[in-house]
């Protein structure tokens, strides 16, 4: 009971005060202010139209991001190919780009000016873009994949690479073709990480703001798009709240969907070290998926990714004293620029600083989210009434409002806001359902008899943990470990509090260069972009790279 | 000994109240626009002995929303960046002190809109269409000279604005539609939309993604911008340039005045360096400083004004606006009028 009570104590508190506390304090207050403007609410049918859209596109989006992603971790966790390590970074990389970046490499890829339009136009001699990707639906759901896919590529992708083959190969020598095989026999023993993945990116999805405004452009509304709108442009905070309160409803009942499922569905197998399932692709099929598979990654994540670089160096800007002629140049002027504080500004951002600020609130959001969210994982892996009870709302901080949240830590911590340590805090709060919705499956599919034949043997219960568990739940760990990490370089949210312009970071910098115009401006906007996605992969490589003592593959 | 201790003790005490103080804080809260160059507050803390801190809160509505939450216990000493169109809401929310100061006597009497001297005026802005000259020279068009040519069908297509829901450039050309049209704005944006005017989300997509004259090189050579964004396309282009290759669309009540205040925040500790800190934002310094800085014109006459800002920003003569206390009453109803139509 108190093992129970010890794991509990440090991730429970931590989201009672950095969560539950804020959110209670900013609702308490709309709900009890004299406004009377919950009237002023847009009408009933407005609001289930809002509701409908919202689930439409996050449902629509859900299921794609599923499509694509499963046969990609597939790939992953069956075959060994040259640049694996590279690819997989690569699709890790989109989730913690600025939106802003997003769309603006996509619209340099698919806008109405963007390369393919060009390419077409060139080709068939049309005088319209024939294309029109900014502001369809088909901007949103494809811009949320390109986020999301990572989510089910490293759940499903590490349970799948771990999953023992022999069940398979028993259905194959009984006949079963392989199709069946993944539909009667594979599908179903991922369904933990599945379920797990499915609900992240849901959330993910539901909650979605900057790709709904800035690609959906201005006919679609959201809920989160709402909450914006009510509590930053008509100052309605009651409205606001109340919204929200619905947000974080339906994200509870989600929650508690999750939880029924996923308890019936864990099935302790006997997890295999990943690197045995993996070998090249030897017969023409594999070898076709392979490349195939490979082919649509580099289209989907480099291609709209690859704009932000090519941004960055090339001036399409004419010489001086020509006028309308594209003649593009290569130069470095934008990353010089970078460095230079031309206007004697105060609020200069000098690059380094902004990458060493936004590197160490990411690394210390991940030593804070692995420490709390490691005991919570493992006390969901057994889980008794009090696990029931809290488990559903372990989820909230994804579902909750950034904008509402925002304002909850303004009422709450007022002038402490302005203490750089409460921005790794604030990302921990995001990251924490991750990783601990990322270890729970892994946790769990540690068969118990491993355990207690390494007992049986001799070892310790440190020494059973370092041997049996920590081995199996390793690669757990180091998606855990990424995900935090680019959660807290994303800065989710953290952009609904105050900033403290001493410690600027990569993502403050990029949303100032955009703020102005001027083609100096754009240009370095591209290229602090550009750094953040070279740094970003890097991080990643060298996450993926770390191998805790003891925990080699076995 | 003890005599000796407490005496000693005592004169301590006394000693340190003729100590040199410390430098005294303040605390400023800003919009992320807000820029200043680093040497004008060197100088204004070594003159007053003060350390300033600076802190950006969002864009202006977000910043007022944390100032209202915050007002009894605030954030911080000064508020800047509260404009015209949150005017009343801010004043409504008595989150103000008011300071009536001496450099306001040097403020032309047209922007100072609280006559309680609770939000004093610092610079003002205009929110016009901003064209793309060449493509103008190269389709031999004429430049639209009020709000109903631009329902002109040789202009169909060329338009990009901002949903005012979600943008403040948005919100201030839907404002100076209302200020000229009155009731009949909505046919008015009935007419827009016939002639395929482009809606999007914010002024970053606007400018960067559909405007033909910046580096994102779009389709549409008009954009809902600032009237200084000219000015910044000179400063700020690579290459250099000698003149805008935009300007601004200035036409009787084609553009919207926004006047942005700064103002004491009621409950401070610190009102002694706070006033002096107004003092300053309304000084000839920090008001010659500002039009380079963050793109906007001083409310100070006596404030030198940049050449390349001479230059290449028009000031229109006659644009659009509304009493505070109007916008405050009415900004959801037309925002949802303007939506409804837009949007059905």
């Not at chain 1, 302790?268 to 030897?282: D, E, I, Y």
């Not at chain 2, 204004?44 to 202006?60: C, L, R, W, Y």
């Not at chain 2, 031999?140 to 949903?163: F, I, M, R, W």
Request: proline residues 7%.
């Amino acid at each position: 009971m108190t093992r129970r009570f010890l794991y509990w104590f440090a991730p429970s508190l931590f989201l009672l005060l950095f969560f539950f506390y804020p959110l209670i304090r900013v609702l308490l207050l709309s709900f009890g202010s004299d406004d009377a403007t919950l009237s002023a609410l847009t009408s009933l049918p407005q609001f289930i139209n809002l509701l409908i859209f919202t689930f439409y596109q996050a449902g629509l989006s859900t299921l794609l991001t599923l499509l694509v992603g499963i046969p990609i971790a597939y790939l992953f966790s069956h075959y060994a190919f040259r640049g694996k390590p590279l690819l997989r970074a690569l699709t890790a990389v989109p989730f913690m780009l600025p939106t802003v970046v997003v769309a603006a490499g996509f619209t340099a890829l698919l806008g109405p000016r963007g390369w393919v339009n060009l390419a077409l136009m060139g080709a068939f001699d049309l005088t319209t873009p024939p294309i029109t990707f900014v502001g369809t639906l088909t901007a949103i759901l494809i811009a949320h994949v390109f986020y999301n896919s990572t989510i089910v590529i490293r759940l499903v992708g590490n349970s799948w690479s771990q999953l023992d083959p022999r069940l398979g190969h028993a259905a194959r020598v009984l006949g079963a073709g392989s199709t069946t095989v993944l539909r009667e026999i594979s599908l179903p023993l991922l369904r933990p990480s599945l379920m797990a993945a499915t609900l992240l990116v849901f959330l993910f999805d539901f909650t979605s703001f900057g790709v709904v405004l800035l690609l959906g452009g201005a006919q679609f509304r959201t809920l989160e798009v709402e909450i914006f709108i009510q509590a930053v442009r008509f100052l309605n905070l009651p409205a606001a709240a109340l919204l929200s309160m619905i947000q974080l409803l339906f994200t509870l009942f989600f929650s508690i969907i999750y939880s029924r499922v996923v308890t019936k569905s864990i099935v302790p197998l006997n997890p295999r070290a990943a690197s045995l399932n993996l070998r090249p692709a030897k017969t023409l099929r594999e070898k076709i998926f392979v490349i195939s598979a490979t082919t649509f990654i580099l289209i989907l994540f480099a291609l709209p990714m690859a704009a932000l670089p090519a941004r960055s160096v090339v001036r399409l800007e004419p010489d001086r004293g020509e006028r309308g002629e594209f003649q593009p140049t290569l130069t470095l002027n934008n990353y010089r620029e970078l460095a230079v504080n031309r206007r004697g500004s105060l609020f200069y951002v000098p690059p380094l600083e902004a990458v060493r600020n936004s590197l160490i609130y990411a690394t210390l959001t991940v030593a804070l989210a692995l420490l709390l969210g490691f005991p919570a994982a493992s006390a969901l892996t057994r889980p008794t009434r009090l696990e029931n009870i809290i488990d559903p709302f372990l989820m909230l901080p994804l579902g909750a409002s950034a904008v509402t949240l925002g304002l909850g830590y303004v009422l709450a911590f007022n002038r402490w806001l302005y203490s750089p340590l409460l921005v790794p805090l604030a990302h921990t709060t995001l990251a924490l359902p991750f990783v601990i919705r990322s270890l729970q499956p892994a946790l769990a599919s540690i068969p118990n008899r491993l355990r207690e034949a390494a007992a049986v043997l001799g070892a310790t219960p440190q020494q059973v943990w370092r041997s049996v568990d920590l081995p199996i739940i390793a690669r757990a760990l180091t998606a855990a470990g990424v995900f935090a990490f680019t959660v807290s370089l994303g800065e989710f949210g953290a952009t609904a509090m105050l900033v403290r312009p001493e410690y600027p970071t990569m993502t403050t910098a990029i949303a100032r260069f955009m703020s102005q115009p001027g083609g100096l401006n754009y240009g370095q906007a591209m290229a602090m972009a550009t750094i953040l996605l070279v740094v970003t992969t890097t991080a990643i490589l060298v996450i993926e790279r770390i191998r805790l003592p003891g925990a080699g593959e076995f | 000994m003890k005599n000796l201790l407490s005496s000693l003790g005592l004169l301590l005490l006394l000693l340190s109240a003729c100590a040199p103080q410390g430098p005294r804080p303040l605390t400023v809260l800003t919009h992320d626009s807000f820029s200043v160059s680093e040497n004008l507050i060197r100088q204004f803390e070594s003159d007053n002995n003060v350390k300033i801190s600076f802190v950006k809160g969002g864009d202006a509505g977000s910043v007022l929303n944390k100032a209202i939450l915050t007002k009894d216990a605030p954030l911080a000493d000064v508020l800047y960046g509260v404009d015209n169109t949150f005017l009343s809401r801010a004043l409504d929310a008595r989150i103000y002190s008011p300071y009536e100061s001496p450099a306001l006597a040097d403020i032309p009497d047209e922007y100072k809109l609280d006559d309680q001297n609770r939000a004093l005026p610092v610079d003002y802005g205009d929110v016009c269409i901003n064209y793309d000259k060449s493509y103008f020279a190269t389709n031999n068009l004429a430049l639209p000279q009020s709000l109903s040519d631009l329902t002109k069908p040789e202009y169909k297509g060329l338009l990009v604005v901002e949903d005012p829901a979600t943008s403040s450039p948005g919100l201030a050309f839907l404002l100076a539609t209302v200020a000229t049209l009155e009731d009949g704005y909505q046919d008015y944006w009935r007419q827009l939309k016939e002639n395929d005017v482009v809606v999007v989300d914010s002024w970053e997509t606007a400018y960067f993604t559909n405007f033909s004259a910046s580096s994102g090189h779009g389709p549409q050579p008009m954009v809902v911008s600032y009237g200084s964004s000219p000015t910044a396309e000179v400063v700020y282009a690579d290459p250099p340039v000698s003149e805008s290759p935009t300007a601004s669309l200035v036409g009787d009540g084609m553009c919207f005045r926004q006047v942005e205040f700064a103002g004491i925040l009621a409950g401070t500790k610190n009102r002694a360096i706070a006033e002096k800190f107004i003092d300053f934002l309304l000084g000839k310094s920090f008001q010659e400083d500002m039009p380079l800085q963050m793109f906007v014109s001083p409310v100070n006459p006596k404030a030198a004004v940049p050449d390349v800002f001479i230059q290449n920003s028009q000031i229109p003569s006659n644009p659009a606006s509304l009493d505070p206390q109007v916008i405050a009453i009415n900004r959801e109803a037309w925002i949802q009028g303007w939506t409804s139509v837009m949007n059905p």
